[in-house]
Nanobody
Framework: VQLQASGGGLVQPGGSLRLSCGVS????????IGWFRQAPGKEREFVAA???????LYTDSVKGRFTISRDNAANTVYLEMNSLKPEDTAVYFC?????????????????WGQGTQVTVSS
């Protein structure tokens, strides 16, 4: 199983970005796909997760600003990020969990992609 994150970049505060996570290899539609981020000097933190297209989970700091969605036909998960703040600056990773539940715990995600840098700065 391979995951490929893309779509990062430099954006001004208040701006928007859409991250994509392409998933390939042997996967199941019921797997949970999550987004995590890691800022310099900080631990990796959970951002959002989606399972079955309808069940979603967000960390409090991004609720109302970020939206996670899933296109099973395209094997891609998206993270739409609006009203970006400087504190959203981090490397963003996508990951896949084979467990049949939504989870924010990194240890429950078996497969990880490489990160994509998001920088929010004026």
């Amino acid at each position: 199983v391979q995951l490929q994150a893309s779509g990062g970049g430099l954006v001004q505060p208040g701006g928007s970005l859409r991250l994509s996570c392409g998933v390939s290899g042997f996967t199941r539609d019921y797997w949970t796909i999550g987004w995590f981020r890691q800022a310099p000097g900080k631990e990796r933190e959970f951002v959002a997760a989606i399972r079955n297209g309808a069940n979603t989970l967000y960390t409090d700091s991004v609720k109302g600003r970020f939206t996670i969605s899933r296109d099973n036909a395209a094997n891609t998960v998206y993270l739409e990020m609006n009203s970006l703040k400087p504190e959203d600056t981090a490397v963003y990773f996508c990951a896949a969990s084979t467990m049949t539940l939504l989870t924010s715990i990194p240890a429950r995600y078996r497969y990880w992609g490489q990160g994509t840098q998001v920088t929010v700065s004026s």
